[in-house]
Structure formats: C-alpha cells, structure tokens
C-alpha cells in the first residue's frame, strides 16, 4: 500500500486503483488489523495433550 500512496500524485494511479481512496477499503483495512491484533492475543496453541 505504500507504494501507491507514493505515487497517487500520478493521475494513472487514481484510474487504476479508485478503490485506493475509498473509506471502505481503508474500513476493511482496520477492520483486518484489528482482527489480527485480537488473534495474536489469543491464548497460543499447544502441542501437548490437556489431560
């Protein structure tokens, strides 16, 4: 995402990629972070038996 935020200034940027200045996109993209975050605080898996 980095690189397209570089280059919007280039007017074939907003043609190809509109969705790049979408509050959606930017919504589902904090919406992802924060799913990650919340798995990443999850108690992690173990490889031994819980007898």
């Keep these: ?4 935020a570089k280059r919007w200034h280039d007017p074939a940027f ?4 509109p969705w790049f200045n979408d509050a959606k996109y930017w919504e589902g993209q904090v919406l992802g972070f924060k ?3 919340a798995a990443l ?3 992690p898996l173990s490889l031994q038996p819980q007898w």
């Excluded at 907003?14 to 990629?17: E, G, N, Q, S």
């Design 1 to 4: 995402m980095a690189w397209l």
């Design 14 to 17: 907003p043609l190809a990629f």
């Design 35 to 37: 799913e990650q975050i």
């Design 41 to 43: 605080n999850e108690k």
